[in-house]
T-cell receptor, first 111, second 110 residues
Framework: GENVEQHPSTLSVQEGDSAVIKCTYS??????FPWYKQELGKRPQLIID?????GEKKDQRIAVTLNKTAKHFSLHITETQPEDSAVYFC??????????FGKGTSLLVTP | DADVTQTPRNRITKTGKRIMLECSQT?????MYWYRQDPGLGLRLIYY???????NKGEISDGYSVSRQAQAKFSLSLESAIPNQTALYFC?????????FGEGSRLTVL
């Protein structure tokens, strides 16, 4: 099955700086790559996703890039704010299959 | 968001007991999932179902079983609970892409 690796496991940045989280996947047939944010004590929620026919997608301060050849994708958060502090999960799936998640990155944004 | 409801929210049980976690949804989605969350291990897929007659094993199905009683209901059972099944369990639904998670069921097996 699909194997998703996520790095780093923890990330600390100062408010206003950028944060980058990277993921790799194993199955070249995977075509859907979402990112979820989980605040402390809450359920994961989708923040952005990308499909394999697109190389980059942006939504305000958040962007995701996809390199199909290298089988990796990244989440970029610019101008970080304390409320960005959370655990972020990447995931990947093929059509007709369930999502497989990375192990998560705990992001801390310090004022 | 009460569209995906899990019961119980918290449960403490003993080794060897049978436990059922229930999930119901009002989103009208055909696809339902059970994931397990452990610190440092992320969200691991236990079982998933793409319609009422479809059940598929995930990466960690051993020790678990599921039942899809209706489009809106998907239950997870632990036939004989063991301590390493102590975890936070999430049910989720989807139409095609985005997963919508329930609030989670925290299970402790003593």
């Amino acid at each position: 099955g699909e194997n998703v690796e996520q790095h780093p496991s923890t990330l600390s940045v100062q408010e206003g700086d950028s944060a980058v989280i990277k993921c790799t996947y194993s199955d070249s047939a995977s075509n859907y790559f979402p990112w979820y944010k989980q605040e402390l004590g809450k359920r994961p929620q989708l923040i952005i996703d990308i499909r394999s026919n697109v190389g980059e997608k942006k939504d305000q301060r958040i962007a995701v890039t996809l390199n199909k050849t290298a089988k990796h994708f990244s989440l970029h958060i610019t101008e970080t704010q304390p409320e960005d502090s959370a655990v972020y999960f990447c995931a990947a799936s093929m059509a007709g299959y369930a999502l497989n998640f990375g192990k998560g990155t705990s992001l801390l944004v310090t004022p | 968001d009460a569209d995906v409801t899990q019961t119980p929210r918290n449960r403490i049980t003993k080794t060897g007991k049978r436990i059922m976690l229930e999930c119901s949804q009002t989103k009208g989605h055909d696809r339902m999932y059970w994931y397990r969350q452990d610190p440092g291990l992320g969200l691991r897929l236990i079982y998933y179902s793409f319609d009422v007659k479809d059940i598929n094993k995930g990466e960690i199905s051993d020790g678990y079983s599921v039942s899809r009683q209706a489009q809106a209901k998907f239950s997870l059972s632990l036939e004989s609970a063991i301590p390493n099944q102590t975890a936070l369990y999430f049910c989720a639904t989807s139409y095609t892409g985005e997963l919508f998670f329930g609030e989670g069921s925290r299970l402790t097996v003593l």
